[in-house]
């Protein structure tokens, strides 16, 4: 008895849904624990589904731009502030602010 054509590239529903989600690399690991494969083979496997999924292909890479754009708008916010802390603690901040400190004159 042999295996059906296109049985080898079944994935496991949690495999389908990390994809869904563009996550590429959870969806392998989840072939590698499923079917006792390699790293290479379970990637293969991976990729050759994709190939014969279009739309599982492009809903993936929506999926990964959407993320990629969030990690862009967190990274961007976390340096703006970071720069904006920089600014109004740096040893110059009181310069800047118009209040320039006074120190002690001595006369003697």
Same mark, same amino acid.
């Given at each position: 008895?042999? @295996?059906?054509?296109? %049985?080898?590239? !079944? ?17 392998? !690991?989840? &072939?590698? =624990? ?7 083979? =379970?990637?293969?496997? &991976? ?5 014969? !999924? ?12 959407? @993320? ?12 703006? =502030?970071?720069? *904006? *802390?920089?600014?109004?603690? %740096? ?8 209040? @320039?400190?006074?120190?002690?004159? @001595?006369?003697?």
């Amino acid at each position: 008895m042999g @295996s059906m054509p296109g %049985s080898d590239l !079944q994935l496991p529903e949690q495999a389908i849904a990390a994809l869904q989600q563009g996550r590429k690399i959870e969806a392998i !690991q989840l &072939v590698r =624990a499923r079917h006792g494969l390699g790293l290479k083979e =379970a990637k293969d496997r &991976v990729e050759t589904y994709l190939a014969t !999924q279009p739309h599982l292909e492009a809903t993936m890479a929506e999926a990964q731009a959407a @993320s990629h754009r969030g990690c862009m708008m967190i990274l961007g916010a976390l340096i703006a =502030a970071g720069g *904006l *802390l920089f600014y109004l603690f %740096s040893p110059g901040a009181r310069q800047r602010g118009g209040q @320039s400190p006074k120190a002690p004159r @001595s006369d003697r």
